[in-house]
C-alpha cells in the first residue's frame, strides 16, 4: 500500500510540476480497470525528470481502487479518466479510495487551488 501511494503522489506532483515549468496545462490519466495511471502532456524540462521516471505507475495487484471521483463524478469502473494540472499550480478536483488485500483503507485527495495531493489514512473516515 506504502508503495502504491507514494506513485499515485508522485506521478500527480509530476503533472503538477511539468504544468507549471512548461506554461501549459498536464493531465493525469486513470486507467481504473487496469489500475494504472500516466501523465500526459506539460513540459518535463526544468522538472528534474529524467525519462520517463514518475511519469507512469500501476497499482499492486493486491490494493484495489474502491473511489475514483474527479470533479464530484465517480469514475471507478471507467476506462479512463483524466485529472487536469494548470500553469498557476491549481488542478481539478480529486479522491481516490485504495483498499488493500489486507482490508487497509487510504485516500488521496488534491487541493484544488494548490494542485497538492493529501495522504489520509484515518480509519474513522472509512467506516472500518
Known amino acids: 500500500m506504502r508503495k502504491a501511494l507514494t506513485e499515485v503522489k508522485e506521478v500527480c506532483d509530476t503533472a503538477r510540476a511539468r504544468a507549471i515549468m512548461g506554461g501549459t496545462t498536464a493531465t493525469v490519466v486513470f486507467h481504473p480497470l487496469d489500475r494504472r495511471l500516466d501523465v500526459e502532456g ?5 522538472t528534474g525528470q529524467q525519462g520517463t521516471a514518475m511519469g507512469s505507475a500501476r497499482l499492486p495487484d493486491d490494493v484495489s481502487i ?39 483503507w487510504n ?16 480509519p474513522q473516515r472509512f467506516g472500518r
Do not use: C, H, K
Open 107 to 122: 485516500a488521496l485527495t488534491l487541493e484544488i487551488t494548490t494542485g497538492l495531493v493529501r495522504v489520509e489514512s484515518d
Open 42 to 46: 506539460g513540459s518535463s524540462a526544468g
Open 66 to 104: 474502491e473511489m475514483l471521483d474527479i470533479n464530484l463524478l465517480e469514475y471507478r469502473e471507467s476506462e479512463v479518466a483524466r485529472v487536469r494540472f494548470f500553469p498557476n499550480g491549481t488542478s481539478d478536483e480529486m479522491t481516490l479510495i485504495l483498499r488493500s488485500a489486507d482490508n487497509e
